[in-house]
């Protein structure tokens, strides 16, 4: 099991920055995925940014260039700075831990959801 806290969330105003993080606990497998998902209201959860244990980054189009990942592994941290924020960014943020398996199975860890409520 493993188990996220987020933090960070707030109401920015468009053009603004926020920081979002999660600390991770128990049992995180050696291959494996942390990162972030939205849902605003009426939309299914999307991507925002995932890293891989590897280092190997995927960002959804909407946020390249404006949000960065990434990841303390001797703290189990995972960060995502989210720059140039736009009021269609307003959404509840889940931090997720993917753990991978070596047969391939998957094993999905959510968080609890941070608001991001971007807004003048």
């Known amino acids: 099991q493993v188990q996220l806290v987020e933090s960070g969330g707030g109401l920015v105003q468009p053009g603004g920055s926020l920081r979002l993080s999660c600390a991770a606990s128990?049992?995180?497998?050696?291959?494996?995925?942390m990162g972030w998902y939205r849902q605003a209201p009426g939309k299914e959860r999307e991507l925002v940014a995932v890293?891989?244990?590897?280092?190997?980054?995927n960002y959804a189009d909407s946020v390249k260039g404006r949000f960065t990942i990434s990841r303390d592994n001797a703290k189990n941290m995972v960060y995502l700075q989210m720059n140039s924020l736009k009021p269609e960014d307003t959404a509840v943020y889940y931090c997720?831990?993917?753990?991978?398996?070596?047969?391939?199975?998957?094993?999905?860890?959510w968080g609890q959801g941070t608001q991001v409520t971007v807004s003048s």
């Open positions: 890293m891989a244990s590897t280092g190997a980054t």
């Open positions: 128990g049992s995180i497998f050696s291959k494996n995925s």
């Open positions: 997720n831990v993917r753990n991978i398996h070596y047969t391939m199975i998957v094993f999905d860890y």
